[in-house]
């Protein structure tokens, strides 16, 4: 299995720009999540699916923030427009489980988002 | 939201055992308790689960007391590759929240 799988590696773009993250889960996992880390706040839920279907999105920090999931196999988080707080490293992560015990998540290796 | 408190730092070395204790006064009755792994640019990785008394696995062991309001990660005769940062976390669909997490860090 090739594991969860993110893109871009690495992005650097300037304020205001339009940014989207993506995210190919492991086949056969029911729930993904969006992470976000920095030093200051460690690492932060953004948002959570289930079936493809968003169950919390508390996590994410405001409006300019969107996240899809479409079908099983493909998500996006999208920044519009990004701003230079919004530089952090992205994670995505599947699990095979959903409801009260999510077991076992998976994370990709992280998308590393520099806004200047 | 059961919320969990760990040492923000360790210091070990290599061959010993290391012990890291997270405390989780508050956990439901449904939580479970599980620990993940961090090295520098990578995501996370699980390491052990568990909701009572102890689990072992390959990697390490996890042990409960019995009112379930701690858990002490147990990593036996560590060497420098286990640097790393170690996440406690509590609960299930609602207890995905990373605490800071603790840096071990193995010296020679």
């Known amino acids: 299995d090739a594991g969860v799988i993110q893109s871009p590696r690495h992005e650097v773009t300037e304020m205001g720009q339009e940014v989207t993250l993506r995210c190919k889960p492991i086949s056969g996992h029911n729930s993904l999540f969006w992470y976000r880390q920095t030093m200051m706040r460690g690492l932060e839920l953004l948002i959570y699916f289930n079936n493809n279907v968003p169950i919390d999105d508390s996590g994410m920090p405001e409006d300019r923030f969107s996240a899809k999931m479409p079908n099983a196999s493909f998500s996006t988080l999208k920044i519009q427009p990004s701003e230079p707080r919004d530089s952090a490293v992205y994670f995505c992560?599947?699990?095979?489980?959903?409801?009260?015990?999510?077991?076992?998540?998976?994370f990709g290796e992280g998308s590393r988002l520099t806004v200047l | 939201l059961a919320k969990t408190t760990q040492p923000i730092s360790m210091d070990s070395y290599e061959g010993q055992e290391v012990n890291i204790t997270c405390s989780h006064n508050?956990?439901?009755?449904?939580?479970?308790i599980t620990w993940y792994q961090q090295f520098p640019s990578q995501g996370p990785r699980f390491i052990i689960q568990?909701?009572?008394t102890k689990v072992t696995n390959e990697v390490a062991s996890l042990f409960i007391p019995a009112d379930r309001k701690s858990s002490t990660l147990s990593l036996p005769r560590v060497s420098l590759s286990d640097t790393a940062v170690y996440y406690c976390?509590?609960?299930?669909?609602?207890?995905?929240?990373f605490g800071k997490g603790t840096h071990l860090i193995i010296q020679p």
């Open positions: 568990g909701y009572k």
């Open positions: 508050n956990i439901a009755t449904n939580d479970y």
């Open positions: 992560a599947s699990s095979r489980f959903s409801g009260a015990n999510t077991g076992e998540l998976f």
């Open positions: 976390l509590v609960g299930g669909a609602d207890g995905l929240t």
